[in-house]
């Protein structure tokens, strides 16, 4: 009879521990994965300074946090380009993402679309001027310098340029005086317009109403002389691996809201929105298009 730490031995319990390894490794992704959900981690596209993106998302993480049951970290990123690379490489679960950097992380890595506001489905840009341009309507921006938000806004830069070239035959990269500049965020391009560095710029029109309401700049040197027709804009966006119960979660963390609480009111007002309805992946496709045909995305 062997003795269980003979030489005879070792090689069943070698082949044993092989297979057990075997028989666990279609398992591993799916144990880190459970692993990994035990934090959410949510990011979205600087579009504001960094102060106001901080008030809005604390109300909004602890709701989340309170919902889903797991520890929920906000990963702020640098620039638009950064949120899209953190959803693509699972840095991030979630980002709040414009209409255009969705179509860019979908078309990167896969994203697929949650949830949206409801304000999302016919959202709108404006023109605003310095008011000493003497501009009063966008036909007679040719020539005056201006200012887009981010090069991968939706409705600081994509929209704002596929509108003056299609309602106002206006090339952004010929017509101007200069180069357009990049402002880098909505509430940066009024302060662009207001302090005389360009002539007009475009911008998000919930950040320029919201400006407005808060007299944040000197209006008597910017006004607004055109709001340009709907489009899709912002989405909470999922990576593309994350379980489908995690998704349908954190849905429901948005689409449960209700106005008539003084909490998840708080929430919303902060969201700058009514409700949240879901988002599908063809709400997105005129974006693409328009995306591809001002050689924005490749």
Excluded at 45 to 66: F, G, M, S, V, W
Excluded at 128 to 148: C, D, M, Q, Y
Excluded at 228 to 254: E, H, I, S
């Amino acid at each position: 009879m062997s003795h269980p730490s003979s030489p005879s031995v070792r090689p069943r319990r070698t082949t044993l521990a092989a297979l057990a390894a075997l028989a666990l490794a279609p398992l591993l992704p799916a144990i880190a994965q459970a692993q990994a959900q035990d934090v959410i981690r949510v990011s979205g596209i600087p579009d504001e300074n960094p102060t106001e993106l901080a008030r809005k998302y604390q109300p909004l993480i602890d709701h989340l946090q309170k919902h889903l049951g797991v520890k929920v970290v906000y990963v702020p990123v640098i620039d638009y380009g950064a949120a899209v690379s953190a959803l693509a490489a699972g840095k991030v679960d979630f980002a709040w993402l414009g209409g255009f950097t969705f179509v860019q992380a979908r078309v990167l890595a896969g994203a697929r679309p949650v949830v949206m506001r409801d304000i999302d489905r016919e959202f709108h840009s404006v023109f605003i001027v310095n008011t000493a341009s003497g501009i009063s309507k966008p036909e007679e921006l040719r020539g005056k310098s201006f200012a887009f938000g981010a090069k991968s806004s939706t409705s600081g830069h994509l929209f704002p340029r596929h509108f003056l070239s299609t309602r106002f035959h206006i090339d952004a990269d010929k017509d101007f005086a200069g180069a357009p500049i990049y402002s880098g965020a909505h509430d940066a391009t009024v302060k662009m317009v207001e302090s005389g560095k360009v002539q007009a710029g475009a911008l998000n029109i919930e950040v320029w109403n919201r400006l407005v309401a808060g007299d944040k700049f000197d209006k008597t040197k910017v006004k607004a002389i055109w709001t340009t027709p709907a489009f899709v804009d912002y989405v909470w966006a999922a990576r593309k691996d994350l379980p489908p119960a995690t998704v349908q979660k954190f849905a429901n963390a948005f689409m449960t809201l209700e106005a008539s609480d003084p909490a998840d009111q708080a929430v919303m007002a902060l969201q700058g929105a009514k409700r949240f309805v879901p988002a599908k992946g063809e709400d997105f496709d005129v974006i693409e298009q328009v995306g591809r045909s001002t050689g924005l995305l490749k």
